[in-house]
Structures are given as C-alpha cells and as structure tokens.
C-alpha cells in the first residue's frame, strides 16, 4: 500500500512538472499583436470580428468545390504577400484609433506628376511692403532644394507614388496611429499651390486598409464652401468612399456609426449659415439623414468656444502646433475647454505638434518657431493633452513639411540649403515617440472608463 502511494505521487509530481514545463515553452512566444486582435479595433469598429468569421464560414459552405480550389490556386502569390505583409504587421503596436494624424497629399514630382509640387512652394511675401523688403522672395529647385526647413527621408516624393504610400502606412504603424485625417478639397478644387487630389483617394484607402490604418477627411475652406456645398461634398465623399473598409466612423455614446469630418477654418462661415447644416432643427439640415456625420470645428479664439456651441458641431479640435500662437493651442487652456465640451456634449481633440518652423516659406516668421527640443517639446504637448483626458488626440502633422511639424522620418541633408535634422537622434524618433504615447494614451482611456 505504502509503494502504490509512493508510485501515485512520484507520477503526481511527473504530471506537475510537465504542465509547469509546457507552460514556460508557451510563454516563450510572441503575443499575437495583430490588429484584429486589438482592443481598439473591436471596440471601434465591431464588424471586423464579424467579416472575419462571415469569411471562414464562406470557405466551409463551399469546402470541396472545385472552383474555390482553382480560385486559391490562382491566388496563391496574393497569399503569399499577405502573410509576409501580417507578419510585419505583427511586429507593430495595434493602431490606437483614438489618434489621429493630419496628412497632406499635395507633393509632386517629375516622374508622377509630370514637375514638382508644392516642394517648389514660393516664399511668401509679409503683408506689410516695407518688411517684405528686407526678406528674399522666390521659389526654391527641387529635389535638392526644397520648401521645407528639414529634408523628407524619401526625398521630393509625390504623393501618388504608390511606393510612397506604403512607406507612410509602415511609418504610421510604427506610431501605432490609428487614422489619417487626409486634407481633402472637392474634385477639380485645390490649394493655392497645388493641383488636384481627390483622384488619388482609392490608393490612400486602398494601402491604409492593408495596414489597418482608417481614413478620415480634412475639408479645406475651398472656393465657394457654405451650408449648400458642404451637404453636397459630404454626400459626395460618404457615397464614393464610404463603402471601404479604411473608412473611418465611430460609434458614438448614442449608438450611432458615423463618419467623422475635421472642419478646417470652420469659423470662415458665421453660426446661423452652419446651422442651417448641423441643427436638427433646420429644415434642409443634414441631421438624420444618409449623411449625418460628426462634425468637428476648429477652435482658434476663445469666442468661438460658443460660436461652435450654437452652430451645431459635435466638437472641436486646436490644430495648430505652436504653444501659445493662438488660444486654442495654448496647453494651459486645455483643460478649461474639456470642462467646456464636457459641459456641452462636445467632443474635445487637442492637437499635439512636435514643434514648429516655416521660415522656409515665411521667412519674417520667426517668432512662431518652436524648437523640437530633442523631441522634449512634442512630449509635452502630448503630456497637457492627457491631462485633460481628451476624447481623441490629433497630431500636427505627419507631413506637413512647409510648417514644419512633420513627424515623418527626416535625414540630415548636405546641400547647399541648410537643412535641420533629428540628430542626435534617429530618423523614426517621433513615430518612436507617438507610440509610446499611444500606449500611454490607451492605458489612460481604459482607466478613464471604469
């Protein structure tokens, strides 16, 4: 009896070690970070579980069936770049899409667009004649020779380069960002240095789905833009992109989906033209129909706090990079524009910079530069804004390179023009920056909501 006890135990403790040993070897591998796994993507945007398993069950209906068999066949590269294209994704955070980042379109060169845009920008002029004439004026020669006061890693690019686009998605993985609020003007519209863009929309959403990466729209204040043309171009971009996965809409504490639209230099059009779109009250309002939205207007004067009230916007964001240039992007009245959203039922997006110059472009303008610090200036913007525990956080820019604010991979540059760099740093220092912060960001969320 004493041995059968001693047999049971020895095989006890046997069967303990082997579960003890198995489990460290299942602790050995990487999580699975992939973004369909994310926390962030299934609360935002519940139908990719869904789409997921309606795809698995699609294959088992059809198990057997010759066609499907030839259809993989015909595929099988298409796989093969899927999986290596999930297997970097996995080496990325899941993308946080409570932060956004603005993102310009309106590069061209040679090879794309037939000559240089927008890095040929011109130097502008001061308003005032007599201080205009003692700062020079012309157009810069790119490649070498750029509109920017730090040099692009991948060079004078176009924006339609495919190739180019790719890049941009990875780099915004490496931020974990979770959307692109892309400028946007109406078609045949565009900025006053620029050309067209909306023709390149399909692409942008198109490689940001293959990243994981949502899309939203940046309206610009383009020629013409009242209540009437802006229920026609948000009818126009919901019925022409609004079907695609990389369209980005967020479920609002009322249960609806909807599209989210940045309104820039919203205050342009006075509060009763706006409410004629945005107030349920209004009888041509967009309210309640196919194309309501959540519209999000830009606070630059503390006045326009109540202006964007009574408008009817669902929110406001400060865009601008440089602390202190105007009352909403001032970090130390953050947190008295929450306690006024909040007040209100209105979103609050406070936009974080990691500095800011654009005396390429405006040479007198030094007064509004913000040295990057080392990256120290960007991570204090991104300190005050959780501060005031935000609903989204907006980052200025990924690649607006005339102001500066780009936190695109730059390079040190020689050339005849002196350009800035990162250094000491590496070139990814502030897609390494915003990730943290996106995790950061995301803990605080979480805290937030219990």
């Known amino acids: 009896m004493a041995r059968l006890k001693r047999k049971s135990c020895i095989t006890f403790i046997g069967l303990a070690l082997l579960v003890f040993i198995i489990t460290l070897v299942l602790r050995s591998f990487p999580p699975d970070d992939s973004p369909l796994g994310s926390p962030f993507g299934v609360e935002l945007f519940p139908d990719v579980r869904g789409v997921v398993q309606n795809d698995v069950q699609i294959k088992r209906d059809n198990k057997g069936d010759a066609k499907l068999d030839q259809t993989k066949m015909n595929d099988s590269s298409k796989s093969e770049k899927d999986a290596k294209l999930e297997a970097v994704l996995r080496k990325f955070s899941p993308p946080n899409y409570f932060l956004h980042a603005f993102y310009y379109t309106w590069y061209g060169n040679p090879k794309f667009d037939g000559k240089y845009i927008h890095w040929n920008h011109p130097q502008l002029p001061h308003w ?3 201080v205009a004439q003692g700062y020079p004026q012309g157009r810069y020669s790119p490649p070498d020779d750029v509109g920017a006061n730090f ?3 991948l060079g004078a690019y176009s924006s339609k380069d495919p190739s180019v686009i790719e890049a941009h998605m990875q780099q915004l993985r490496t931020a974990a960002i979770g959307v692109v609020a892309v400028s946007w003007y109406p078609p045949g519209m565009k ?45 126009y971009i919901i019925e022409k992109y609004g079907e695609h996965p990389a369209f980005f809409r967020y479920r609002t504490n009322t249960g609806k989906v909807l599209p989210l639209f940045y309104v820039y230099d919203s205050y342009l059009l006075n509060s009763e033209q706006w409410g004629k779109l945005l107030k349920h009250t209004e009888s041509n309002s967009i309210r309640d129909t196919p194309y309501d939205a959540i519209f999000i207007a830009l606070l630059v004067e503390e006045k326009h706090k109540r202006d964007i009230l009574t408008a009817g916007f669902d929110g406001l964001y400060t865009y601008f990079a440089t602390n202190g240039f105007s009352y909403g992007s001032t970090h130390r009245n953050w947190e008295s524009i929450k306690t006024f959203c909040e007040d209100n039922n209105l979103i609050f997006i406070p936009s974080v910079g990691p500095g800011y110059i654009d005396t390429s472009i405006r040479p007198w303008n030094f007064k509004n530069t913000r040295n990057r610090i080392n990256g120290k200036y960007y991570e204090t913007a991104l300190s005050a804004a959780l501060e005031a525990r935000p609903d989204f956080i907006s980052i200025t820019s ?12 730059a390079v040190p540059k020689p050339a005849q023009t002196v350009y800035l760099d990162y250094l000491p740093n590496r070139p990814a220092v502030y897609l390494e920056i915003t990730c943290k912060w996106a995790a950061i960001f995301g803990g605080e969320r979480s805290r937030w909501q219990d």
């Open 128 to 130: 005032d004649s007599k």
């Open 151 to 153: 040099y692009p890693a």
């Open 191 to 235: 900025d006053d240095n620029g050309e067209p863009t909306d023709d390149m929309v399909p692409l942008l959403l198109d490689v940001a789905h293959k990243y994981y990466i949502k899309v939203a729209f940046h309206i610009e204040p383009y020629k013409g833009r009242d209540e009437t043309s802006m229920f026609a171009h948000v009818k």
């Open 398 to 409: 990924f690649n607006e390179w005339h102001e500066g604010t780009q936190i695109e991979m």
